[in-house]
């Protein structure tokens, strides 16, 4: 049976397709970095799921009740209502987007040299927590960095990787462990509830804090609900709220699984953590009861928590990344295994085997893209990966991927047809995709706005 949106489109936002000079033109004006892409000279937009998704009418009309009090608005005891009923933590934080709940998670919780462990780095996170003074370090399993790998749970913890750091650094050196549901830089690849509750067991047994990086849980929820033993017949809201429970708190981008456009917050349980939390959200951000967001935000996102949770949305949402990945996967398009929940991530390394990883193939194949059909996707790779800040060495990641990631709620299959049909036009020759050089690099988060240039032209 075919598996139908479970929502009407009531408006539309025309879409216009840029010639193929204009695309060429746009791409070196940007330095053949698809963030530096204007909006209106992209064509179907998979650069991120991150605040791009369609808010519904009852989201809309939520921001239409949104209270603009400067102090104890009544939206933000909305939201914090919804966090309670959804994830089950008592206390909320908001903050203007998910960076910045790592931020202040970091500054409250690191000391200068501690240890962070966690299921792979993400970008902003390891930032904050570099930042901090902390020192990450991965204890996922070892099939995470393996694409092909067909393990169902490519984001679960190394529990002996992780019980060997405890030993050799001491408990006192870690500063918290953080588990992302599901692991982005993986493939969106989810972590099993058993493995939680092992972890959980791990950090009870030493007093070590135990954190998430909810950003996508539910799609984790949902992959424990068709791939673990036992949940099959539970709703995705209760399998969620069982995941959260085994967690001190969580970080979470409002923009990803709350369907909305802006916004995000820390929620946790312990006053003394809340205390320290409140102090610095009104430094970074703005009062504790608004966090840097209108109070019409915080409505959209309270109505988005209790919408993200429904079991039709969320199966259409997973089902509709997975059509995509199963046209690149049965045309012998080199992608990550098993498909995850918010893209589909090709894996450049084995799609542009001429290329040298220090000539950036992920890079250069997002660009590529673009080119080829006004389809914006992003690196995942070792321009993500940057600079290791101890020898200035390039940081050279197993997996480089170009990750084409699925809004939700705004394209349909068929505008996924025209990115499947690009990306195999592309693979069928590929041999004359080049290499890039890097022209600008920024010194933190370079991805975002580095500048490239092709390879064989003299430089600038």
Known sequence: MTLAEPYRIKSVEPLRVPTRAEREEAIERAGHNTFLLRSDEVFIDLLTDSGTSAMSDRQWAALMRGDEAYSGSRSFYRLEEAVREVYGFRYTVPTHQGRGAEHILAQIAIKDGQYVPGNMYFTTTRAHQELAGGVFTDVVIDE?????????FKGNVDLDKLAALIDREGAANIAYVNVAVTVNMAGGQPVSMANLRAVRDLCARHGILLWCDATRCVENAYFIKEREEGHADRPVAEILREMMSYFDGCTMSG???????????LALNDETLLQRARELVVLFEGMPTYGGLAGRDMEAMAQGIYEMVDDAYIAHRIHQVRYLGERLRLAGVPIVEPIGGHAVFVDAARFLPHLDQEQFPAQALAAALYTDSGVRSMERGIVSAGRDPKTSRNRRPRLELVRLTVPRRVYTDRHLDVVADSVQHLYARRDAVGGLRMTYEPPTLRF?????????????
């Open 144 to 152: 995470a960095h393996d694409p092909t790998a067909q393990h169902p």
């Open 255 to 265: 923009k990803k699984d709350a369907l909305v456009n802006i916004g995000g917050f």
């Open 448 to 460: 975002f706005t580095a500048r490239f240039e092709p390879l064989g032209r003299p430089s600038d």
